[in-house]
C-alpha cells in the first residue's frame, strides 16, 4: 500500500496542481491530510484565531490515477479514516452573521482545543463525543480554471456531508487525464449545518481509500455516493431550495438509469421514504448549501419485471 504524506498540499482544486504520487486503478493508498487550515496546532494550548486561517481553505492532498480519462468515473472507495491526537473547532462571532441570527451576539472569538483518542472526542472532563470520522473535502481537477476548495461542484469539493466516511464510495467525474483527487478537510466528529465556520472537530489524519476507474460517467450533473444501505446525491447551489431540488433530482435520475423506476415512480416513493439535510450553512443562503438526499437500497426493485401496482 503506498503512503502519501502531506507535505504538499493546495487550497484549490486545479488540473495545474501536481500530484503527490501516481497509483494505479484499483490500487489502495494511505494519505495522510493537512489540518484543514495550516501546521498550527501542535498543542492542547494552542488556541485558534482568524490569523491562524491564512493558510486555507481546506487544505488538499493530490493523487493521479493511471489511466483516467475525461468522460471516465472514479470510483473512490473509503476504507478508513483515523483522526491524530489533536482537534479544535471555533468561529469569530463579528464575521458569522449566521451566529448572530441565530443568537445576537458580540462574540469576539469563540473556540476550543481538544484532545482524540481511540474512544471519541474529549471535550471536556464530563464529555466525551463520539468518534465519527468523515472527510470534508474532496473532489476532482476541474477541465477549465481552478477551484477554491471553500466550496463544492459538480466535481467535489468541500461538501462537509457526514456519509463521506468509512464505508461508503463516491463516484466522481474525470475532467482531466489522471483526475488528480483531491483529498482534505477531515473531521473527527460534525454536526448538521456546520454553524460555527470550524463546526466539526477539524483535525490531521490517515485517510485509507481505493480508487477505481470506471469507464464512462453515470451521473447526470451533481455527485453520487452509496454504502451498503443506502444510494446517495449531494448538490450545492446558492440557495438551499436549489441544493435540494439539484440533488433530488439525481437521486431520481439514478433511480431511472440503475433501477428501472419511471421518474413518476421515484417521485412518488421518494415523497415517503427519501431521507435528506443541509450539510452546511455559513451566511445568509449559500454558497455553503450542500444538500444530501438518499433512500435505502431496500425500497429499491430488486427485480427489473417486478409488478409495482
Not at 19 to 27: D, F, L, N, R
Amino acid at each position: 500500500m503506498r503512503l502519501v504524506t502531506r507535505e504538499k498540499t493546495y487550497n484549490t482544486m486545479d488540473k495545474n496542481n501536481v500530484p503527490a504520487v501516481v497509483i494505479q486503478s484499483g490500487e489502495t493508498v494511505q494519505i495522510q491530510t493537512k489540518q484543514n487550515n495550516g501546521d498550527w496546532l501542535q498543542s492542547v494550548d494552542d488556541c485558534w484565531d482568524p490569523s491562524k486561517s491564512k493558510d486555507g481553505p481546506n487544505l488538499c492532498t493530490v493523487v493521479a490515477v493511471e489511466g483516467a480519462c475525461p468522460g471516465d468515473t472514479l470510483a473512490v472507495e473509503i476504507l478508513d479514516v483515523v483522526p491524530e491526537d489533536l482537534g479544535y473547532t471555533g468561529f469569530a462571532g463579528w464575521r458569522s452573521k449566521l451566529s448572530r441570527d441565530i443568537w445576537p451576539n458580540d462574540w469576539d472569538v469563540v473556540t476550543k482545543t481538544v484532545t482524540i483518542d481511540e474512544d471519541g472526542v474529549n471535550w471536556s472532563k464530563a464529555l466525551k463525543l463520539p468518534l465519527q470520522p468523515m472527510i470534508g473535502t474532496i473532489g476532482t481537477a476541474p477541465e477549465g480554471e481552478g477551484l477554491t476548495n471553500r466550496y463544492a461542484y459538480p466535481t467535489g469539493g468541500n461538501m462537509d456531508v457526514q456519509e463521506i466516511c468509512p464505508g461508503t464510495t463516491i463516484y466522481l467525474p474525470v475532467c482531466v487525464p489522471g483526475a488528480l483527487l483531491h483529498v482534505g478537510d477531515v473531521h473527527a466528529i460534525m454536526g448538521d449545518g456546520e454553524i460555527p465556520h470550524g463546526g466539526g472537530i477539524e483535525c490531521r489524519a490517515t485517510v485509507t481509500l481505493r480508487v477505481t476507474v470506471q469507464k464512462g460517467y453515470a451521473a447526470r450533473q451533481w455527485l453520487r455516493a452509496e454504502n451498503a444501505e443506502y444510494i446517495m446525491t449531494i448538490a450545492n447551489k446558492d440557495r438551499i431550495k436549489d441544493s435540494f431540488c439539484e440533488a433530488t433530482r439525481e437521486l431520481i435520475h439514478w433511480m431511472c438509469d440503475d433501477y428501472d423506476f419511471t421518474p413518476q415512480e421515484a417521485y412518488l416513493l421518494l415523497g415517503q421514504v427519501m431521507e435528506a439535510r443541509c450539510t452546511m450553512l455559513h451566511g445568509d443562503d449559500g454558497p455553503f448549501s450542500p444538500y444530501i438526499c438518499k433512500i435505502k437500497k431496500k425500497y429499491l426493485k430488486a427485480d427489473p419485471q417486478a409488478e409495482w401496482r
